[in-house]
C-alpha cells in the first residue's frame, strides 16, 4: 500500500494501482502549484485540458502594493483577468487602465501587457493556452514601460 498526501488531498492505492500511476505520470513535468515572485505570489486553483488540447489554468494572484510585472506578451495564451480587491493599472498595448475590485479585463494572445498594483492587489487569472508544446512568453521589459519605451525588434 501505499500513502501520498498533498495540497490537493491525500492518495492511498495498492502497490499494483501505485505502480499504474508512475507509469502515466512518467514524462509529465508538474507545474509548481504555489510560486513566489518579485511582485507577490500566485497559487494554481484548477488545471484541465479540453477535449481540443487548451490547457486551462485558474490561478489567485496576490500583488504587493507598488509592485508590477514585466511588460510581456504570450503568443498562443488569451487570458482573463477578474479583480478581488485592491487597485492598481494595466497597460496592454502601450494604453495605460486603472483596474479596481470588480473589474474584469480580457488580454487576448499576442497583447503586450503588464500589471501594477497601486494598493495590496488580489485577482483571479484564467489562461487558456491554445498551443501548450510550443514557447509562449516573451518578455518585453522587466520595467514598468509602454510601447513609446519597449523595443520593437521582437
Do not use: C
Not at 20 to 45: C, D, F, T, V, Y
Not at 123 to 140: F, M
Amino acid at each position: 500500500m501505499i500513502v501520498a498526501a498533498g495540497a490537493d488531498g491525500i492518495l492511498v492505492a495498492g502497490i499494483e494501482q501505485a505502480k499504474r500511476i508512475k507509469q502515466k505520470l512518467e514524462g509529465h513535468a508538474a507545474k509548481p502549484m504555489i510560486e513566489e515572485k518579485r511582485w507577490g505570489s500566485s497559487r494554481i486553483l484548477d488545471f484541465s485540458r479540453t477535449a481540443a488540447g487548451v490547457e486551462v489554468t485558474t490561478s489567485k494572484i496576490t500583488m504587493l502594493a507598488g509592485k508590477h510585472t514585466s511588460y510581456h506578451f504570450h503568443r498562443h495564451t488569451k487570458e482573463i483577468w477578474s479583480f478581488l480587491s485592491g487597485n492598481g493599472e494595466y497597460r496592454m498595448n502601450g494604453v495605460l487602465h486603472v483596474v479596481v475590485a470588480g473589474d474584469t479585463v480580457i488580454v487576448p494572445a499576442g497583447a503586450r501587457h503588464g500589471l501594477r498594483a497601486i494598493t495590496p492587489l488580489e485577482l483571479i487569472i484564467i489562461e487558456l493556452v491554445t498551443s501548450p508544446d510550443v514557447g509562449d512568453y516573451v518578455r518585453v521589459s522587466a520595467e514598468w514601460v509602454g510601447e513609446e519605451s519597449a523595443p520593437d525588434h521582437l
